[in-house]
């Protein structure tokens, strides 16, 4: 891959956690391509395993479900036993589910037939806290072990969800804006161990998750599109290269050393615009 600049990462043990989807799996292969040896988490072990082929022998995949302690536990005994102790991990695991996901921007009780607030599944709410909140905590938990004594580098996923709730996806929108919290939380509880911990607010990026809100089945733009990129200053959406910058950045402890507790937007000027 073309990096836009190139850190040095050689002494690096990364785990990337959802990397088996479109973000992360880039995220991991910008750190590889820069020396570091990285694992690559995911639920579909199919996805990491090709994604890993890619990459080399510094590469290692792990099919790891996020939500169980005990997997986590044996995918850090996997890691540990090929690279050594982590000292660089990615929450990227993370996600929003059509349970917790209204069809209507506005309450509308005239609106027969559309799922609204009041539909919303309990177990959609809860499925869409864990895997962006609980799986960031536990998997922190076992990993962060490592970093007690040596210090390290943890970066966590949010979203523009986590500045401003978009309508349609409470729960999520929630969850981000733990996400975000829970970074602040960390940079000052492990500052005393040398663990730097801040976070990446990407802005709008089409990933397989979301492709089905933002085109229609034949290719066209929706109208939930037409909103976003009206709202996004630069008129596109994100290119996973994007990225690659600002993680490197916060990767390289010279350029970011003392750079902690932090949420960084990627968006095209997202935030900042007030629509006026």
Request: net charge negative; aromatic share 8%.
């Amino acid at each position: 891959m073309k990096l836009p600049f190139s850190v040095d990462l050689k002494d690096k043990v990364a785990v990337v956690t959802g990397a088996g989807g479109v973000l992360m799996s880039e995220f991991a292969k910008a750190l590889c391509a820069c020396g570091a040896k990285v694992a690559l988490l995911d639920i579909n072990g199919d996805a990491v395993e090709a994604v890993a082929k890619e990459m080399g022998e510094n590469a290692l995949a792990v099919k790891c479900n996020c939500l169980d302690k005990a997997d986590i536990q044996n995918a850090k005994k996997t890691v540990n036993e090929k690279f050594g102790a982590v000292n660089f991990l990615i929450n990227g695991a993370g996600g929003n589910n059509p349970r917790a996901t209204c069809d209507n921007e506005y309450m509308t009780p005239d609106l027969e037939g559309a799922k609204d607030f009041f539909a919303l599944e309990e177990s959609g709410l809860k499925f869409v806290f864990d895997l962006n909140i609980t799986s960031a905590f536990l998997v922190t938990q076992v990993f962060a072990v490592d970093m007690i004594k040596t210090g390290g580098n943890i970066i966590n996923i949010s979203s523009m969800n986590a500045f401003r709730p978009l309508t349609k996806i409470p729960a999520y929108s929630a969850a981000k804006a733990g996400i975000s919290n829970f970074t602040e939380w960390l940079a000052v509880h492990f500052a005393p161990c040398n663990i730097r911990c801040n976070a990446i607010a990407p802005g709008f990026f089409v990933t397989n998750q979301n492709r089905g809100l933002l085109f229609t089945a034949d290719g066209q733009p929706t109208v939930r599109t037409g909103k976003i990129l009206a709202a996004t200053p630069q008129k596109r959406f994100g290119d996973v290269s994007d990225l690659i910058g600002t993680l490197l950045w916060l990767a390289s402890d010279e350029a970011s050393g003392f750079v902690t507790g932090v949420v960084i937007p990627v968006d095209g000027g997202f935030n900042a615009y007030s629509g006026v």
